[in-house]
């Protein structure tokens, strides 16, 4: 099972963006069963969890991103998102979509460019 992401794009320091994920291939009772989150990778840097939510919907969040990035699941859609508000240059990355633990095949991601 591999997910497709999609949203990123090109915005400006304090702009938003709304990323989206699918994970079409899974069965909707073992996409369900995982803490899905999503993680980010800047270059040159190791790829880091920014944001996780059960299929409950608790979610939590890196302290970078906590207060700026909201993370949401559809489980009978078996759709991630991700809404960034508030973003930081430092927010440039390829963002991708799994479970905490990475035990899906990891997608080609999407990637996210704010300017200064």
């Known amino acids: 099972v591999q997910p497709v992401e999609s949203g990123g794009g090109l915005v400006q320091a304090g702009g938003s963006l709304r990323l989206s994920c699918t994970f079409s291939g899974a069965i909707t009772s073992v996409f369900n069963s995982y803490i899905m989150g999503w993680y980010r990778q800047a270059p040159g840097k190791q790829r880091e969890l920014v944001a996780t939510?059960?299929?409950?919907?608790?979610?939590n969040y890196a302290d970078s991103v906590k207060g700026r990035f909201t993370i949401d699941r559809d489980n009978a859609r078996k759709r991630l998102y991700l809404q960034m508000n508030s973003l930081k240059p430092e927010d440039t990355a390829v963002y991708y979509c799994?479970?905490?633990?990475?035990?899906?095949?990891w997608g080609q991601g999407t990637q996210g460019t704010v300017s200064s």
């Open positions: 799994n479970s905490e633990t990475g035990d899906f095949a």
């Open positions: 939510a059960t299929r409950l919907k608790s979610t």
